[in-house]
Structure formats: C-alpha cells, structure tokens
C-alpha cells in the first residue's frame, strides 16, 4: 500500500491549530512538508530544531532578531507559530527570509497543542475524519434548530477558511460566504458559477452526478480552483456545494470537509422540499376551495386569521399554460413561478391543475391590477429566456374584492389566457382590456366579420403582400400609441419623416380618412379581427 503523503504546513494551519490562527508571512510556502513538531525558545531553535520541523517558540520573544531568521532559514525550519499580537518587525524578518509566521490567540496551551500537532502529524486521517464529523455534528444542529442554509454555509466557511457557494439544481444561489479577500471578487464568483459551462462535465446530468464519488477540482480564473461536489437527495443531485481559494490552499481536509458539508446540506435542503410539499398541498387545497365554491363567508375569514393567506382586501388570478406545439413539461413552469414567488416579498399562492398553474395573488387596493400584471410578465419574460422555443400564454383575472369572488377573477383570467394563445400573444392578457375582442371571438364565424375585415383592410392586406411591406404593422403601432408619431416611430424604430411617409400611403391605398373618427375606429376593430381571423387561417393550415 502506498504511503500518504507527508503532512503540510497548510494542512496543519487547517487541521491542528485554533481556527482563530493567523497567518502573517510566508503564505506563499504553505505547501512545504512537514517533518517534526516541537517547542523551543528562540534561542535554542536551530540547536534543538532539524530540517521540516515546524516550532512553537516559547516566550520571550525578540523583537527584530535578524540573525534568528537568517539561522531559521539556513536550518530550513519549515515555519513557527507565536502566542498574541506580534510586533511588525517581526513579521518583516520573517517575510525577509520567506519564513512561515502564525500567531495564535491569546491564552493558547503552546504544550496541549503541540501534543494534538503531533497526533495529526502521526495519524492525518483519523484527525481529519474527527474534524469532518465534528462539522456534520455541528450542520446538523444547525439544521434541527431551522438556522437555515445560509448559517449552514457560514459555518462551512468558518471552518475551513474558504470561500462558500451552495446552488440548486438550476445553480441559482442559495447561501454563499465569503472570505475577506474574496469580497471584492464576489459579482465574479457568483456570475461565473452560475454559468452552466463551468459546472464539471460530470456533474451536469443530475442522475450521473448522485453517483459520482468524491469532490470535483477546477480552475477558477487566473490563480483560484475550486472544490464543487453534488449535494444529492434521493438519488438526484439537487445541487451543488463549492469551496473557492488559492489553487495551494485547497487540500484533502477541504475536499472531506466539502463532502460532508453537501451531506449536511442535502438533509437540510430535504426538509426544506417536504415542508413546501407539506405547504404546496395546503395552498393547492385553498385554491381548490375557491374554485370549488365551497370557501366562504366563515370559513374563508378563519383561513385569513390561521395566516394562510393575507387579508389585504383586494386579490386577483393568473392562469399560465404553455400555448405552443412544442412546449415543455409544465412541472418546468411550476419551477419557474415556484423560484419567481419564492423570498421576493410577493404575497401569492401557486397551483398546478390539469394544463395549466394558477396564481392567487394578495394585492394592495391602492395599486390597483398593476403588481399581478408586473408578476404575470416577469414570469412570462422568464419563461421565454429558459424556452425560446415556447410560447406561454397568461392571462390576468379583474380584482376581487373578497376570497370567494376570486372565482369570478379566475375564470377571467382563464379566458384572457384562453385569447392570448389563439393570439399568438407573447405578453401577458388583462381580462380588463380584452372586451372588443371578447365579442369580436363570439363573432369570429360570421361572415360579416370577415367581409367586414376586407371592405376595411383588403387593399392594405393585398399591398402589403405584394410589396412585402408593412403597413398594418405601422397601423396597429400607430393606434397603440394613440396618434402619436413620435412614439410611434421610436417603436417601429423608422425616422419620423418616413413614418409621415408610410402614414399618407395607409391613407392613399386604403383610402382612409384618419382624421376621421369613425374612420379610426372601423380600421382598429379590422385590425383586431384580422388578428383573429389569420391566427384561425394559420391554425388550420398548421
């Protein structure tokens, strides 16, 4: 069987001395091995001293002794450890010579230490397992005490003196901890481990990573690597714990730490998924209750006073499908509105049924609609950026004024839903704003509608198609942006001598009067019934 290898300075720093010791000088040589462990007085070191030894130098110490380092650094002492504050000279003569100074706390046991040294030097491993299990000990204390993940994650950092970072399965950040010197680099850090490039190859199936053994090394830019291992529950990595530092700081202790941490925190990040479930289902039994009619009067001022949802006096629903042909799973939109809801201060509960989610969502009355609609396309604009390829439709319910008549907001929202998927609509529906197309829908099958739609459009429709041009787009921008030219043409992006340009073509090939009201008004009803109309062409055709 192999020897291990010879014990570290660094190792012994981690490992063997108070978590309090500094080092002063000479970090650049903590991976010299180590050959003894002693005691000795500055005077008597190099006598008593061999090479590889590290020494606790007892008291009196010297306060710029330049012949004590020249000896130390010709006796090729590995380094040496002082109790208290040391003064500064000192520290410069052993920077001089590249000596590896410590100072330990006040009050340390220079002989009770050098005794627990020496047990590390002689028996590395079952140090290190002690200390891996102490630090599971004391995580899942933390743990039974509901600390939380980010205490979990401090405690990890304080021990090993390293920088922490714990993601989800998604490697959005949970909990994170900084070391002092990595504080500046902290926007860095974070950007570059969310970045699923970086994550090893390894780890990036969940399922391939639950069975991998042991912490994964890598570099982080130009001088720092990283410790990441999977934090795995139920057979799945549900994340995943990193220790940063200095490529020479990160050793065997820090990879037995790490693995235990991510056990820790797996146990931890289990309870906080069963106490959601636990959650997920009470919220879903409410939602169900209102839908079904059956929480009312009584029982729904009793849910209030339990504080399973907040009495503000004005609530509204979201209901959100995937529209598109191709569309992902809809446990994926649940993760995306779950990860939206969660620890933002928004007062909502969220329900996966059938086909689609439904959001319940606590309002303030002076607000109005305004912060449901900013929720409904925050997630919308999330759900775009994760799946390009597929279309969510959303729609948003009116305000109800008390729990049961979110009935009523919910069905309003499921039908806002219902005309934003056969618009092919990528933002959001208020069910508030949708009452022309609510009755152009019910007419969508008369005849009328669509002679209507050529009588007012056909010669826009026809030019458009034969010159590929984009009149009706200029139109509809234009009523959307009540007349106005400058606005309109920021948003088609045209200068506005062409959109004075394109504007006189409408009126000529149209043969409309825009200053006309009626006029106006028969052109924005074509328009949304041309939407509708094409949208069924389309849809027939697909």
Known sequence: MPESPPLTLQELVTLGLPPDARVLAGKNSLQHPIGWIISASMDDLCARGSAGDFAFLLPPYANDDEAFWEQMAQCEIAGCAVIGDIPADMVRGAERVGAPLIALPRGTDLRRLERAALSLLLDRTTVMEQRAGNLYARLTVLSAENAGLEAMVALIGATTGKTVLLQDKRLALLAASFMPEDKARREFLENWARDAANLPEELRDRKRAANFSGAQRQAVGDSDERLVAPVVVKNVARGFLSLVAPAAALGAFDARMLERGASACALEMAKVKAVREVEKKMRGDFVDAILAGTLAGGEA??????????????????????????????????????????????????????????????????????????????????????????????????????????????????????????????????????????????????????????????????????????????????????????QTAAALHVHRNSLHYRMARIGEIGKSDLDNSETRLALQLALRAYRILEGREEKRGG
């Open 301 to 486: 001022a009793r849910w209030i006073s339990r504080d399973q949802f907040p009495n503000t006096g004005a609530y509204a629903a979201l209901s959100l499908g995937w529209a598109s042909g191709k569309s992902p799973t809809l446990r994926r939109l649940e993760t995306i509105v779950s990860g939206e809801l969660r620890g933002k201060g928004v007062r909502a509960y969220a329900h996966a049924r059938e086909e689609e989610i439904i959001i319940f969502i606590a309002l303030d009355p002076t607000r109005g609609i305004e912060p449901a609609q900013k929720l409904a396309l925050r997630i919308q604009r999330l759900a775009a950026s994760e799946f390009p390829d597929a279309r969510l439709a959303t729609g948003v319910g009116k305000i109800a004024r008390e729990l049961s008549a979110l009935r009523e907001s919910y069905r309003e929202a499921q039908q806002a839903r219902s005309i934003a998927a056969r618009l092919a609509e990528t933002a959001p529906l208020y069910f508030g704003d949708l009452n022309v197309y609510r009755l152009l829908f019910k007419l969508e099958d008369s005849p009328e509608l669509a002679a209507f739609c050529h009588e007012t459009l056909g010669a826009l429709i026809e030019y458009d198609r034969a010159q590929k041009s984009n009149l009706l787009e200029t139109l509809a921008a234009y009523f959307a942006h009540h007349g106005n030219l400058t």
